[in-house]
């Protein structure tokens, strides 16, 4: 995993250009940046480099995501199997959240990816997911949905540049 340090103004340059390819960028993500703390671009090397990332917990992911059970994006993918490996299927059981996941997937492209937002484990989460690497604070719905793809073998997995924004983010 390689690490870059970077400045608050790399970030906010780097940003509105992912904005103009079309990739969304979180205003959450846009305000974060500006506060104390560190930014680094991590490459996620390795297939598990981005499978071991922790993916999010709430009412709206409980399917992919039990409460108490492991969280790594390799966790989350494989429950999907329940559904048929369908998002669809997932939206049509009550999931609405699951909507942009199936529309991500069905004009999926890997140069469309644009950055991950990453941050440090909390210790309940390091404890739920022994071997998670760090969790997704920006870009949930299109990690889910390389995962799956990587799972399904319906894309080969390409190096990833993501965001690590340290301190812990809320």
């Given at each position: 995993?390689?690490?870059?340090k970077i400045t608050v103004e790399v970030a906010e340059r780097r940003l509105p250009q992912h904005q103009e390819r079309g990739f969304h960028v979180d205003t959450r993500l846009?305000?974060?940046?500006?506060?104390?703390?560190?930014?680094?671009l991590v490459e996620l090397e390795t297939e598990k480099e981005f499978l071991d990332l922790v993916w999010q917990a709430n009412d709206r992911t409980r399917p992919l995501?039990?409460?108490?059970?492991?969280?790594?994006?390799l966790d989350c993918a494989r429950r999907l199997a329940a559904f048929d490996w369908s998002f669809e299927v997932l939206v049509y059981a009550g999931y609405p959240w699951?909507?942009?996941?199936?529309a991500i997937d069905g004009d999926y492209r890997s140069d469309w990816f644009g950055w991950v937002a990453i941050t440090?484990?909390?210790p309940?989460?390091?404890s739920e997911t022994p071997?998670?690497?760090?969790?997704i604070y920006d870009?949930?719905?299109?990690?889910?949905?390389?995962?799956k793809r990587l799972l399904r073998k319906q894309t080969g997995y390409q190096p990833l540049e993501v965001l690590l924004l340290e301190p812990r983010r809320r």
């Open positions: 995993m390689k690490r870059e846009l305000q974060e940046i500006t506060k104390p703390g560190q930014l680094f995501a039990p409460c108490g059970q492991p969280r790594t994006l699951f909507q942009q996941c199936l440090p484990l909390i309940a989460e390091r071997r998670g690497s760090y969790y870009g949930v719905h299109k990690s889910i949905v390389l995962a």
